[in-house]
């Protein structure tokens, strides 16, 4: 049988509640192995981890989504100590840079566009540097034009961290940049859009060990 890894599930939702040991049943008679459930914030990754001691099957990622850089603590980084320091964390994240949907869009000023990019930028790196020290990956969000700034602030922790950008949506040249620093990638349902022949391209150049 093919033995498959998931690396980004979001199982502490509440619409796996009913139905989570099933699920696992399932996913595991397909041949998946380990699953890694993703924190979006403290307390979906203490529960991702709680889920993880529960479940064999299950690892946990600990960390603050960037679309939530708003609720986060001035510094994330005494939490995030704490949970790294479990067996069954394996990675960082999700965090990184998202700037889809700035404030501005939705009735806010400039000035609230530029305090939500700085928070992000914050508490990214604030995960970084907990990643660097604990010796793990980190998983990277990245939506809207921030590919430049994102790969800037990894640049920073080369050889200390390794990215695992999830849902890639770049091209072959992007992916190139990303495996230059040692990064891995991961392709979603984005392979199937119209526009999305860029990210097609970008999945055949993957080298498979990356």
């Known amino acids: 049988m093919t033995v498959f890894y998931d690396t980004h599930a979001h199982l502490d939702d509440r619409c796996f509640r009913s139905d989570l040991a099933a699920l696992l049943e399932r996913a595991a008679h397909a041949g998946v192995t380990r699953i890694v459930s993703v924190g979006t914030d403290l307390e979906s990754s203490r529960e991702a981890i709680r889920l993880s001691e529960e479940h064999d099957l299950l690892r946990a990622a600990v ?3 960037p679309n939530h850089a708003l609720e986060a603590p001035p510094d ?3 939490a995030l100590r704490e949970l790294v320091r479990h067996p069954k964390v394996v990675a960082v994240g999700e965090t990184g840079l998202d700037y889809y949907r700035l404030p501005s869009a939705q009735g806010g000023t400039a000035a609230d566009d530029q305090l939500f990019k700085r928070r992000q930028s914050e508490i990214f790196e604030q995960q970084l ?6 010796g793990l990956n980190c998983v990277v969000h990245q939506r809207g034009d921030v590919f430049e700034e994102t790969l800037a602030r990894l640049t920073a ?3 200390r961290v390794r990215p695992v950008f999830h849902c890639f949506p770049g091209d072959t040249r992007a992916l190139g940049r990303i495996l230059d620093l040692g990064g891995l990638v991961s392709f979603t349902g984005i392979l199937t859009f119209k526009n999305g022949q860029n990210v097609r391209e ?3 150049a993957t080298p498979l060990d990356a």
Not at 129 to 134: G, L, T
């Open 76 to 78: 994330l980084r005494p």
């Open 202 to 204: 970008a999945l055949a």
């Open 63 to 65: 960390g603050w989504h």
């Open 129 to 134: 540097e907990v990643a660097a020290e604990a």
């Open 157 to 159: 922790f080369r050889g």
